[in-house]
């Protein structure tokens, strides 16, 4: 239970809420480009988020709940499996306030073995409205290997957002099927383009405008090793993909 929670905040449409813990440290990750990503997250205070926290949150105006399968995972990082219960209790305060839920699969196999996570992260998958995963994860979590295999084994989502790499993405919806290839894109760092083109779906109108969205803001993630690309100049070129500069709301 946190003591202190702050009012959201908002950046661009996007609300954040942050809490004070002050029995646990925060969880940090440090990029180190070209070699990888080191992760300080055991018993971290976001492992130890409650059913408080959930009722903490305002979700007055609040467009979408946009959860991930790695806070499902802390619980194995803590003793007291707090993490489901923040989880299991915010979804039914989204549900009941008529907020969608949206769910990045987001499995990590350094934080849960995939006969462990897989009936779990299936489960969160199953009661979201938007369900973004992966098709290399969903084959390694639940053996089904294509984009039409997986949205059989999740046929619950209104919308299903199964991403092929640099191949692209494919969104399944209750008008049938949409995919988009991906951007030709020079990588130079491939740590946040799953959660660049999450964003960018999201903020995106019809479904393959929504497609199309994700990819660009991948796309600007993947050409750097910024925390921030920088997206501002109109016609931003990565690699030989034109990316439109983001319109202002």
Same mark, same amino acid.
């Given at each position: 239970?946190?003591?202190?929670?702050?009012?959201?905040?908002?950046?661009?449409?996007?609300?954040?809420?942050?809490?004070?813990?002050?029995?646990?440290?925060?969880?940090?990750?440090?990029?180190?480009?070209?070699?990888?990503?080191?992760?300080?997250?055991?018993?971290?205070? #976001? !492992?130890?988020?409650?059913?408080?926290?959930?009722?903490? !949150?305002?979700?007055?105006?609040?467009?979408?709940?946009?959860?991930?399968?790695?806070?499902?995972?802390?619980d194995r990082l803590t003793p007291d499996g707090a993490a489901p219960a923040f989880l299991e209790r915010l979804i039914a305060r989204a549900r009941a306030a008529g907020v969608p839920v949206?769910?990045?699969?987001?499995?990590?196999?350094?934080l849960w073995a995939a006969s462990v996570a897989a009936p779990v992260l299936r489960d969160l998958a199953r009661r979201a409205d938007v369900v973004f995963v992966g098709r290399d994860e969903?084959?390694?979590?639940?053996?089904?290997?294509?984009?039409?295999?997986?949205?059989?084994?999740?046929?619950?989502?209104?919308?299903?957002?199964?991403?092929?790499?640099?191949?692209?993405?494919?969104?399944?919806?209750?008008?049938?099927?949409?995919?988009?290839?991906?951007?030709?894109?020079?990588?130079?760092? #491939?740590?946040? !383009?799953?959660?660049?083109?999450?964003?960018?779906?999201?903020?995106?109108?019809?479904?393959?405008?929504?497609?199309?969205?994700?990819?660009?803001?991948?796309?600007?993630?993947?050409?750097?090793?910024?925390?921030?690309?920088?997206?501002?100049?109109?016609?931003?070129?990565?690699?030989?993909?034109?990316?439109?500069?983001?319109?202002?709301?």
């Open positions: 239970m946190h003591p202190s929670i702050s009012p959201v905040r908002q950046f661009g449409g996007l609300g954040t809420v942050h809490a004070v813990d002050p029995g646990h440290r925060t969880g940090l990750y440090v990029k180190d480009p070209g070699r990888g990503v080191h992760y300080y997250r055991d018993g971290s205070a #976001a !492992a130890h988020l409650g059913p408080s926290d959930a009722d903490a !949150a305002d979700l007055d105006d609040v467009a979408i709940v946009h959860v991930s399968g790695i806070t499902a995972a802390l949206s769910v990045d699969v987001n499995h990590r196999a350094a969903a084959e390694a979590l639940w053996g089904a290997a294509t984009p039409a295999a997986i949205r059989a084994l999740l046929p619950e989502p209104a919308e299903l957002v199964v991403k092929d790499g640099d191949v692209g993405a494919t969104v399944f919806t209750a008008d049938g099927e949409i995919f988009v290839p991906a951007h030709r894109v020079d990588v130079v760092e #491939a740590v946040g !383009a799953g959660d660049a083109f999450a964003g960018g779906y999201l903020a995106g109108a019809s479904a393959a405008e929504r497609l199309q969205a994700g990819h660009d803001r991948a796309a600007l993630t993947l050409a750097t090793t910024a925390d921030f690309p920088d997206p501002t100049a109109a016609g931003a070129t990565v690699g030989a993909a034109t990316v439109p500069a983001p319109t202002e709301s």
